[in-house]
């Protein structure tokens, strides 16, 4: 689409006056971000920047009430971006006649920071401290999105922007964007195109189950970013590959054994559950990812190694931003950006002055657009650098805010006097970044724990069983599983344990399971980190399928201004009372399959938030589609026909030269008969009698009765007699 705006060009958008900002790095050009269906531009104002979204890919009103229908989600953290107005010729007439393109353009905040697939696609690090907060912030979010019966539907890294990165007090360290896909309770799914790429599971679906796998992988590709090999082992926009999905490919071991190492096996777990989720509904839950997030006391930032005394040599650095501090102070804010960029460029990855000079870069760059001041650059400066180039640089600058965010600023270096250790003092020990499990200096934790499986266990099952597998196992004496707010759980070793694997029972399950609850591992005493088992009360998980309008026949269905539902019983019975509805669909999870024919149920996810947690029965063909009751086979009809004369002969009785006819039934009046090819005939009286006479003896012919209007009756033309018959008509 070609769509061309310069520098200060005046928008007029109800009555606000906004002006089109300059790039901070491409001198002369206005700040425009291109995508593949739209173009975001920023703008300013008294009040501060705003994103104009000129796209292309849908130009309808549902666009309009899609936006009306966000507004309210606009108060939850990280999605400011629902805040928006759609732009048309209806509501802003003057601004779309001059120009044109802007009809169903769409006006949102701006939110300053990188997005996660710059960090991605520039190998970007994050200490684990910001790796497990952005994890966390993203899970607290999606599953706020979830709880209220949504979904994004295009979760991708170009839609995740990581604005805590730039500012640390910004609303939330995560934000969406792009939410013209977003669909679910209260909001109609737009005529958008199927979102492609490696964040979509191999299995299409249109269900609310859509964010569950592409955002399971945004959160362990912030949780394993911190680590070295896992930026190294990444494709060029995302970590797994399109052909690495659901396989066990390097890039998986990679990621797997990096999440083991340095979160435990929880996260490490949930990867491999995951790879086996053969559709998106079969997915963990959004919300089974904050309960698998480590602690932030694993979150250990490994410490710069001191630096060893050295002959001291003016720092390049120091005086690129002391020279760029002077330029700012003498009003030449451009040319200090440039050199504070320099000196970016030129500092070491781990260097925790990074963080300083790129919030004084952001904030260069803001006074920069606000006062459209960008001046001609000094003439030592050259703009002859490829236009890619200048790109590519403002991108890797607003990404390096991601370098150092969590350490202290550029402060003197002073020396701390080194604590000697004595007899009776033990020397620190500097914090591993693996944290798996204490020192194996201890004889009962020479172990190493590799896997637990299963990573569920269903407490309906007999007998309940797990394996762990690893080193040492052999000196394992106790096992306990441990969860808040309830007992802890004695594991029997069984027989058949060896070095590497320690089976294990739980013959004694005294405690209350409702839902899914996560219980950590306990061997001789102490915690496995990371190594979680959850038992849970249901056996499985389906999908509403079978509550189908063409079941209505069966009385189980009704049919609302939102579709089918039927309703869930307190017994598995006909006769008992009904409770709550479910609709095609709705999640629901399966506590018990008796008796036969019935599923006992607990609503997992629903429209009606209000339903969630919810317990009934369910006949199973309303929850499978399957093995149905038999439609009824419909009685066949006679097809209507109008009235007619019906004739019987009642005698011969009568005159042989003669015939006698009677009619019932209807009104003979005007009426009258006429033997077919002879000129006799005959007008009936009152009681519907009509006598012709005339013919031969015992003659064979045929009469026909016509009204008065002369019109042969239906049922009385050519009716054959002979003389001598009484012949007898019904109307009907």
């Known amino acids: ?85 759609v732009i048309t010729a209806a509501n802003q007439p003057s601004l779309v006649a001059a120009w044109p393109e802007l009809d169903y353009a769409i006006l949102m905040p701006w939110l300053h920071g990188p997005t996660w697939q710059e960090l991605i696609r520039h190998r970007r690090p994050l200490s684990p401290t910001q790796s497990l907060n952005l994890a966390r912030a993203l899970a607290n979010l999606l599953t706020e999105i979830e709880q209220r019966g949504l979904a994004h539907g295009d979760l991708q890294p170009a839609n995740v922007m990581l604005p805590g990165l730039i500012d640390p007090a910004a609303t939330a360290p995560i934000a969406l964007v792009d939410l013209e896909t977003m669909h679910g ?76 190492q340095r979160w435990g096996l929880g996260p490490a777990q949930m990867l491999e559950r995951l790879w086996q989720c053969q559709t998106p509904m079969t997915c963990p839950l959004l919300k089974e990812w904050q309960a698998i997030l480590p602690s932030s006391s694993l979150a250990i930032d490994e410490p710069l190694s001191p630096e060893p005394t050295m002959p001291s040599f003016p720092d390049p650095v120091i005086a690129l931003i002391d020279n ?53 650059q000094q003439a030592t400066l050259s703009w002859s650098l490829p236009l890619a180039i200048g790109i590519m640089t403002i991108v890797i600058l607003m990404v390096l805010a991601a370098v150092g965010l969590n350490r202290t600023t550029l402060s003197t270096a002073t020396t701390l006097p080194t604590a000697e250790p004595t007899a009776n003092t033990l ?16 004889p009962r934790l020479s172990l190493k724990v590799e896997r637990v499986t299963p990573a569920e266990l269903y407490i309906g099952t007999r007998p309940l069983e797990l394996t762990v597998q690893g080193d040492g196992l ?84 009704t049919v609302d201004a939102n579709g089918a539902f039927t309703l869930m019983r307190e017994e598995p019975s006909p006769e008992s009372a009904v409770t709550y509805p479910v609709r095609n669909g709705d999640e629901v999870e399966v506590l018990s399959t008796q008796p036969e024919g019935w599923y006992r149920l607990r609503i997992r996810t629903s429209g009606d938030q209000n339903l969630i947690g919810q317990i009934g029965y369910l006949e199973r063909w309303l929850v499978d589609n399957t093995d149905g009751p038999t439609p009824p086979i419909p009685t066949p009809t006679v097809p209507s026909e109008p009235p007619r004369l019906r004739f019987v002969k009642l005698s011969e009785n009568e005159d042989t030269r003669c ?74």
Not at 341 to 369: F, N, Q
Not at 502 to 530: D, H, K, M, S, Y
């Open 427 to 442: 020397p620190t020990p500097t914090p591993s970044p693996t944290a798996v499990l204490p020192s194996p200096t201890s």
């Open 324 to 376: 760029a501090d002077t330029l700012r102070s003498q009003g030449q804010p451009a040319q200090a950006l440039s050199m504070y960029r320099d000196a970016l460029d030129r500092l070491p990855t781990g260097d925790p002055r990074a963080s300083e000079v790129m919030r004084t870069i952001d904030s260069l760059e803001r006074e920069i657009a606000q006062t459209s001041a960008l001046p001609e």
């Open 1 to 85: 689409m070609s769509f061309q705006l310069a520098i200060d060009d005046q928008l007029i958008i109800d009555g606000i006056t906004y002006q089109v900002c300059a790039h901070p790095a491409i001198p002369g050009r206005p700040f425009v971000q291109a995508g593949s269906h739209s173009h975001v531009v920023q703008l300013r104002t008294a009040g501060g920047f705003v994103a104009l979204k000129v796209q292309w890919q849908l130009r309808d009103p549902a666009l309009v009430n899609h936006a009306q229908q966000l507004q309210s989600l606009s108060t939850i953290p990280g999605l400011q971006a629902a805040r928006c107005l």
């Open 659 to 732: 015939i006698l006819v009677q009619i019932t039934g209807i009104s003979t009046f005007g009426w009258g008969v006429s033997i077919d090819g002879l000129r006799l005939r005959s007008a009936f009286d009152s009681n519907g009698n009509a006598r012709v006479c005339g013919l031969r003896a015992r003659q064979e012919v045929t009469f026909t009765v016509r009204d008065e209007q002369g019109v042969a009756v239906r049922g009385g033309v050519g009716v054959p007699t002979r003389g001598g018959d009484v012949m007898f008509a019904e109307w009907r």
């Open 474 to 557: 052999s000196t394992v004496k106790t096992a306990i599983l441990r969860a808040a707010g309830y007992e802890p759980l004695a594991l029997t070793i069984m027989a058949g344990s060896s070095d590497r694997e320690l089976r294990l029972q739980i013959n004694n399950l005294n405690i209350n399971i409702v839902g899914a609850i996560p219980f950590t591992l306990e061997l001789n005493g102490t915690p496995v980190p990371g190594a979680a088992v959850t038992l849970r009360d249901y056996s499985s998980v389906r999908v509403i399928a079978g509550v189908r309008p063409e079941y209505t026949y069966t009385g189980r269905i």
């Open 185 to 260: 309770v209260g909001i109609r799914r737009l005529p958008l195109s199927t979102p492609e790429g490696p964040y979509q599971h191999p299995v299409a679906t249109t269900g609310l189950a859509v964010d569950r796998f592409g955002g399971a992988l945004l959160i362990l590709e912030l949780l394993g970013w911190c680590d070295e090999q896992v930026r190294a082992a990444s494709a060029d926009e995302s970590f797994f590959a399109p052909e690495d999905l659901l396989r066990p490919t390097e890039r998986f071991h990679i990621l797997r054994d990096a999440l083991a």
